[in-house]
């Protein structure tokens, strides 16, 4: 994990580790997400694996998102305004699934990350057996 | 007359395809999700509906940031699936109903929603999914025609919860209105809750998740009394997406009951469900 | 605070753009119509706004059918005017206020509008003519940042005038609560009654479009007493751009008055009217 | 002129002489209108111009599209759903301005057109100096 949470202007609500996507996330991000949508077509996922650096210029990235790509800093890019509607498309390129992406947000290991999901699978087993929720 | 059968609400995770391409059904990971569908496949079979009327939302195949629609409704022929940047496509096409299509944004614009028409639309996992787990064994082609509609869930100021439970009752006037003498059934998409991103990811919250569930049916308005960001917090950012089943609900106008229950963690990052809703014209006492 | 300044009303006829170009702006032809302009160019050059918004309708540069909004808000850091098909390209480009439109974007929608963001956009000649004849004498740039927001004039159902100008309320009260100290002037372009196509081209009605230019600064929602159809008939198919002054004289909410009035037939196919109205804040007795 | 006014379907309102561009004339008319919108781009005007024929396979046109093409029938292109708006693009390559087009659907010569919106100016300049308008 780097970088850490950088809530992006005041007067605004703040969820704790959480990046609400608004117009000044979406304008700070506006190119890396631009990027990103073009990885639909897998000639440019291509052209992205072949020279990212050249890739990214084309898209006019900022100096925060190669940066951010650069180190593989999830976080980095979501304080550069990128959107993981969009990015989960760049972390197919990087063979990254959602738990491999989670793990690297939250400091865990991917096996951490996948343990805290199934706890929350047992919790709910539990309640199930009490009773408490169908 | 066309009559509104039911409702299906359930998760759109993409692993879930993933899982139905490599025949893991009855892997123990992935068993107490599909056991879920079971009554679902049974009612269809039963009620064998014409039309699915699916609200979704786009995660990035059919819309950008440079076009963002708070709601989008599909006029199209036909309606395909593509690449969204992980490789995956192939699913069979959907053909469309661009009369019904067209009859329901004639309702919605007179009801002063403002959508934005699409008679091109190309639509992404969030529909392929749920439709592929609602009808695992048509070999050729879908038996329904299908009108789509996205729901903003990406770019905030996302519409309010009452605002997509009104527009969703919009929907369904013009469904009732609709001359045909189709079966009609709704879809809603995405959720429960789940977070991919941020130092929060993974978050799940059964107790929100629970009474979602609990109310649909019986007292979906109770939904209402969040906001959208109240949603992001209290079922994480992707969490969301139930604003897609809101609306779906919406669409549901006369008595409500619940056939079907099923709620499975994890799928993925995600609390899964499947819901099925069936509905009645509400008959005066 | 901010300050609503007044609003500009105006046809935007490809061909004017054309005259300007030619120099033909003391051409008997064309003389009546740019007459009007100077009581607009003294008022600009006195208020000096610092802000445009621009209600206009796309006639094919930025929307297609594919994916055509019912509102439209630009959201970019800039936009330019590109070839619309007849090889006119040029105008200088449009600095952007994007945290102003973002503004306005999370009022209407808490508004319960449901607008398309768009954070790129091409504007055409409906804003570009407009903006050329308001402001003849800028060489270099343009003196303002510009919001501009396109509603559907095209593919009906279109939006109901009433829809259009509560939407343009919204605006207004975005721009009211908008926290800079910007002057800002807002412009509904198009009309007045005009008709391209069909066996009744060419129709032309003065007394409605009189009705509307009587009652536009002092009782506009008189002009919400027709339905977008009942306006396509009296005013002919592309007078219904009117739909962009309505909603412009919708985001006006203080006390109006009319500054100026021109109207002149024909420009081109059009009865081409230009008015200045002067908003203040409303003083309560 | 060619070919006279066909409202799309029954039950709904008729405006005399005028195409109300909705669902149905959209659906009939996606492929001319589509052809059209490419015509922002030079390049597609000059293909067009070099060879309609092609232009119109390319895009899927129907026979009653292309006939009302070939034969530069406006009213045809409208019966078939094309929009003005779109149709306008199509206009500018065969060199037609607005009041050519308004002549030819209305069976008058550019002259007589031109004249009927002139005597609309006249008529105003009357009632102005009635003092019945502004
Ligand atoms: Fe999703
Ligand atoms: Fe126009």
Excluded at chain 2, 142 to 154: C, G, S
């Amino acid at each position: 994990m780097n970088g850490t949470f950088d809530p992006p202007a005041t007067g605004k609500r703040v969820i704790p580790g959480t990046y609400v996507f608004d117009g000044d996330a979406a304008r700070r991000g506006f190119a890396i997400n631009e990027m990103c949508f073009s990885f639909n077509e897998d000639a440019n996922r291509r052209a992205f694996a072949e020279d990212e650096e050249a890739y990214m210029e084309r898209f006019h990235l900022s100096e925060e998102h190669k940066k951010a790509i650069r180190e593989r800093d999830v976080i980095g890019m979501l304080n550069a305004g990128g959107n993981i509607y969009y990015l989960a498309k760049l972390a197919g390129i990087l063979k990254l699934g959602v738990q491999d992406i989670g793990a690297l947000q939250t400091g865990t290991t991917v096996d951490e990350f996948k343990a805290a999901l199934l706890a929350h699978g047992a919790k709910l087993k539990e309640l199930q057996t009490q009773g408490e929720t169908a | 007359m066309s009559t509104i059968a039911g409702g299906i609400f359930t998760s759109h995770v993409p692993g879930i395809g993933q899982a139905i391409a490599k025949g893991l059904k009855q892997d123990p990971y992935w068993k107490p999700f599909f056991d879920g569908w079971h009554t679902v496949h049974d009612w269809l079979k039963r009620e064998k509906p014409d039309v699915l009327v699916c609200f979704y939302n786009d995660h990035g195949l059919n819309f950008f940031l440079d076009k963002l629609p708070t709601f989008a409704i599909g006029a199209a022929d036909g309606y395909r699936h593509e690449d969204e940047g992980w490789g995956i496509s192939g699913y069979k096409p959907y053909p469309g109903m661009p009369e019904l299509s067209w009859h329901i944004i004639e309702q919605v614009v007179h009801d002063e929603f403002d959508p934005t028409m699409c008679q091109k639309m190309l639509v992404d996992h969030a529909l392929a999914i749920p439709v592929e787990m609602a009808w695992p064994d048509e070999e050729e082609s879908w038996p329904f025609k299908l009108v789509p509609i996205a729901i903003n869930t990406v770019q905030y100021p996302l519409p309010s919860p009452k605002r997509c439970f009104e527009f969703g009752r919009s929907v369904g006037r013009a469904l009732e209105s609709w001359p045909g003498d189709e079966k009609i059934v709704v879809m809603g998409t995405g959720g429960l809750s789940h977070q991919l991103e941020g130092e929060r990811a993974g978050h799940i919250n059964i107790e929100y998740d629970t009474f979602c569930m609990d109310n649909l049916s019986r007292d979906p308005e109770a939904l209402l009394q969040h906001s959208s960001l109240d949603i992001a917090e209290l079922a994480g950012s992707q969490g969301v997406e139930i604003l897609n089943w809101i609306a779906a609900r919406g669409a549901m106008r006369g008595s409500v009951t619940e056939l079907s229950r099923n709620y499975h963690i994890p799928i993925s990052n995600t609390a899964a469900a499947t819901m099925l809703l069936e509905n009645h014209e509400t008959v005066l006492a």
